[in-house]
């Protein structure tokens, strides 16, 4: 809590603290001290009464929320007793509900502070308040104000001037935090154009490099075809397998280079939303020669009429990298299954790939969809790790949000679902 300049003018006055939590009231404490007021402390609302009984304070400062005996009630107690309606209270809230007020109004507060509170905000109520004690002796003189509030009755038996100051340093509060609030809004404008350039800057980069490293490949490419041509016949076995490395890793490479080349348009690509029947491109998805390798025993189960509104082209790209992480994680089982299917999510529909593979520790769910992330050796399943990404990337730009559930050795489910 930063420091305050301001000096409270009622030096000596006594002040209760009234709070259940031992840091918040040294806090409380170690700032009324600090202003040369002395503190007392109660930890609740029961040893609050006692403390008033033994040592009339000139002010309290109180929590609401208290096990026991909250703020309310005992500002009640306090401000129906003849000898202790003019002790000024404070009540520390989040003015999180508007019954709030109503309840600070019916229960006779003096004033509201909102946690978390500046202290030089709060330095400042505590002597306007101890330096304008109007008389409130006679209590049960105070004619009777009976208010409706969300369809509820509240009496409030509050003094004209208490009534003024409580509304008063709500709508103080109210309008601290919404300075807040707007501040709050406006660094995160700043900090989503910051990131929206970032992203930017990244893909413009992606793009750049994936676009000029294709050149030097094709080079690499063209030369070993003309290698082949020239000497291809002089080749010792040695020689040919470690030539056969080379035009094999530079087609690795042109395929990383594609695939990080599409990652990058992702972002840039208008979406072309219109009906896009699932289930049948998802059929037509598993009859591409790659999900047909004959020594593999493989069931799918696709369900009948899935139809979502969506970018066509994009949502194909969602199936093919879904599906597909299915196939090959799926590759180790003798009877592997995969599944496309759709239930209701929170109110919507919400579209799944299963299978019943290698699957994942949930530990490590949050890896999942990061770019070039990989949960499993390379070496066991191939891939760039970027599949996920785009899914995600994808299904973001539609509005919607993609999760996923597995089990190391059992499989994975990956869910998606698409806004309007």
């Keep these: 809590m930063a420091d305050s300049g301001y000096i409270c003018e009622h030096a000596g006055e006594l002040i209760l603290v009234v709070e259940d939590s031992p840091t918040q009231a040294?806090?409380?404490?170690?700032?009324?001290?600090?202003?040369?007021?002395?503190?007392?402390?109660?930890?609740?609302?029961?040893?609050?009464?006692?403390?008033?009984e033994e040592q009339k304070p000139a002010l309290i400062i109180s929590d609401i929320l208290m096990p026991g005996m909250d703020g309310?009630?005992?500002?009640?107690?306090?401000?129906?007793?003849?000898?202790?309606?003019d002790i000024r209270i404070i009540l520390l809230t989040a003015l999180s509900d508007?019954?709030?007020?109503?309840?600070?109004?019916?229960?006779?507060?003096?004033?509201f502070i909102t946690k978390p509170y500046a202290e030089e905000h709060l330095v400042s109520r505590v002597s306007y308040l101890l330096g304008n004690r109007y008389e409130l002796q006679d209590c049960a003189a105070l004619p009777e104000l009976k208010i409706n509030f969300d369809g509820k009755e509240f009496a409030i038996t509050s003094s004209r001037h208490q009534i003024l100051d409580l509304l008063l340093s709500t709508y103080e509060a109210a309008i601290r935090k919404n300075n807040e609030l707007i501040r709050a809004r406006d660094e995160l404008n700043e900090l989503n154009e910051q990131l929206k350039a970032a992203n930017g800057d990244l893909e413009a980069f992606s793009y750049t490099v994936s676009h000029d490293l294709r050149g030097p490949l094709n080079n690499i490419f063209g030369?070993?075809?003309?290698?082949?041509?020239?000497?291809?016949?002089?080749?010792?076995?040695?020689?040919?397998?470690?030539?056969?490395y080379i035009p094999a890793a530079v087609n690795k490479?042109?395929?990383?280079?594609?695939?990080?080349?599409?990652?990058?348009l992702l972002s840039r690509q208008e979406l072309q939303r219109e009906e896009v029947d699932l289930s049948a491109m998802a059929r037509v998805i598993l009859e591409e020669p790659h999900f047909s390798e004959a020594q593999r025993l493989v069931t799918f189960h696709i369900t009948d009429g899935i139809v979502a509104n969506g970018d066509l082209q994009l949502l194909r790209i969602v199936l093919e990298n879904l599906l597909g992480n299915a196939w090959k994680y799926s590759a180790t089982k003798e009877n592997a299954v995969i599944e496309f299917g759709m239930l209701e999510c929170g109110g919507r529909p919400a579209y799944f790939v299963r299978d019943n593979g290698a699957g994942f520790d949930m530990a490590c769910a949050g890896q999942l969809f990061a770019p070039f992330q990989r949960l499993h050796d390379a070496e066991e399943f191939e891939g760039f790790g970027i599949g996920l990404s785009t899914v995600q990337r994808i299904v973001q730009r539609h509005g919607g949000s993609v999760w996923a559930e597995g089990e190391p050795g059992k499989g994975a489910v990956f869910y998606f679902t698409l806004g309007s």
């Design 26 to 52: 040294e806090q409380l404490r170690y700032i009324l001290e600090k202003h040369r007021l002395r503190v007392l402390v109660a930890g609740s609302g029961d040893a609050a009464l006692a403390m008033i």
């Design 72 to 85: 309310y009630e005992l500002c009640r107690r306090i401000k129906a007793h003849d000898g202790h309606c």
């Design 98 to 111: 508007p019954q709030d007020v109503i309840r600070g109004l019916e229960c006779g507060a003096d004033n």
């Design 223 to 244: 030369s070993c075809q003309l290698i082949e041509e020239l000497y291809g016949d002089s080749f010792d076995d040695q020689c040919r397998q470690f030539f056969n």
């Design 253 to 264: 490479m042109d395929k990383m280079i594609g695939t990080i080349l599409k990652f990058s």
